[in-house]
C-alpha cells in the first residue's frame, strides 16, 4: 500500500461531516441500508481521487553538458594503468562519471591524427556508453604524432553551443597521456586559455606512468613493419628502430590543465575524483520531470462499483414506488 497516494478532488475536511449526515440519515430510514451505505463510502473514496505511484515514470535531469575529449593516439595502448591499457582506464573512468551524473547531457571528442566528433551532446546514455566502448587507437602504421591542440575547434564549437542553454552547466574532461611528438605543440597550447569563459568546472585527467612501458600492438595494416616479431611498437626514429616506451607527460597536461583553469588529477584510482564529481553535482541543478503520466488513477474502479449500486438502488426505488 506504500504506493497507494491520493489527489482529492473534495477535501476531506467537507466529505467525512457530509458522509457522516448521510449515513446517518440512511440509518435512520431503515431502507436499503447496507447498499446506501456503500454508495456513501465509494462516493468518499472517489472524491479523495486514489492514485498508484508510477515510480518507473519519474526520470531526473541535471543541466549539465559534460564533454570528453579523449587521447586515442598509439601510446594510450600501454598498458600501465593498474594493468589495462590506458584507453582502457579512460573508458572505465568515463563510464564510472555518466553514471555518476545520470539525466546529463554528454558529448564526446576523440584526437589522434586529427581530432573527431564522436557523438553530440545527448542524454541517452546508452548510446554515449557504445560510442565510448567502441573508441580504439589509431592505427600504428598511419599515425603521425601526438597534438593536443588538435580538438581546440571542436571544444569551442559544442562549448559555445551549450553556453546558449539557459542555466547549463558545461563540463569539461580532458583525458590522455600527454606524450608529445611535435615540439611547437607545447606553445599552441596557450589558445585553450580562450576557453576558460565557456567552460564552469571539469578536469584534466593524465593516465600512465612516468617509467613508462611498451606498447603491444595486436593489429595493423603494417604489423611486420611497425613492431617487433614480439608485436611491440617501434621506434622508427631510432636508427635501427627499437621498441618505443611510452611516458605520461604531467608537464604538458598540467600546462593544459592552467590554460583550461581547470585541475590536473594523475589517474591512478578514480576514488580520487569523487570530491570534485561530488562539488559538480552539488551545484547542479536537478530537474523532476514525468515521461508521461506520474501516477495511475485507479478511482474509476470504485466508480465502476458505483454506478452498479446506483442502478440497484435505482431498481430498488421503483420496485418499492410500484
Do not use: W
Not at 514525468?290 to 495511475?296: S, T
Amino acid at each position: 500500500m506504500s504506493n497507494l497516494i491520493f489527489n482529492p478532488m473534495i477535501s476531506l475536511s467537507i466529505m467525512i461531516p457530509y458522509s457522516i449526515i448521510m449515513i446517518v440519515i440512511i440509518i435512520l430510514n431503515k431502507k436499503n441500508i447496507i447498499n446506501r451505505i456503500i454508495i456513501i463510502l465509494l462516493i468518499l473514496v472517489i472524491s479523495q481521487r486514489p492514485m498508484l505511484k508510477n515510480q518507473e515514470d519519474i526520470t531526473f535531469s541535471l543541466d549539465l553538458d559534460v564533454l570528453f575529449v579523449i587521447d586515442n593516439t598509439v601510446s594510450m595502448k600501454a598498458d600501465d594503468v593498474n594493468k589495462q591499457t590506458r584507453l582502457e582506464a579512460v573508458k572505465k573512468d568515463c563510464i564510472s562519471i555518466m553514471e555518476k551524473y545520470a539525466g546529463a547531457n554528454f558529448a564526446v571528442i576523440t584526437f589522434g591524427n586529427i581530432a573527431e566528433v564522436r557523438y553530440p551532446f545527448t542524454s541517452d546514455m546508452g548510446i554515449i556508453k557504445d560510442v565510448i566502448n567502441r573508441i580504439k587507437v589509431i592505427d600504428p602504421a598511419y599515425a603521425t604524432g601526438s597534438v593536443l591542440e588538435l580538438p581546440y575547434d571542436f571544444m569551442k564549437m559544442f562549448l559555445e553551443s551549450s553556453k546558449s542553454k539557459d542555466k547549463h552547466q558545461r563540463i569539461v574532461f580532458f583525458m590522455g597521456d600527454g606524450e608529445v611528438t611535435q615540439e611547437d605543440d607545447k606553445t599552441k597550447l596557450a589558445k585553450y586559455a580562450d576557453l576558460q569563459e565557456l567552460i564552469d568546472s571539469g578536469a584534466v585527467l593524465g593516465y600512465g606512468t612516468s617509467e613508462g612501458t611498451k606498447i603491444k600492438i595486436e593489429e595493423s595494416v603494417a604489423l611486420k613493419y611497425v613492431a617487433d616479431s614480439n608485436g611491440y611498437l617501434l621506434d622508427s626514429t631510432t636508427n635501427p628502430p627499437s621498441i618505443a616506451i611510452s611516458k605520461i607527460n604531467e608537464n604538458t597536461l598540467k600546462a593544459l590543465a592552467t590554460n583550461l583553469d581547470l585541475d590536473y588529477y594523475h589517474m591512478t584510482d578514480f576514488s580520487i575524483l569523487n570530491d570534485k564529481l561530488d562539488n559538480i553535482k552539488g551545484e547542479a541543478l536537478e530537474n523532476e520531470e514525468e515521461k508521461e503520466k506520474l501516477n495511475k488513477d485507479i478511482y474509476y474502479y470504485f466508480s465502476g462499483a458505483l454506478v452498479v449500486l446506483l442502478l440497484f438502488e435505482l431498481y430498488y426505488y421503483r420496485r418499492n414506488e410500484q
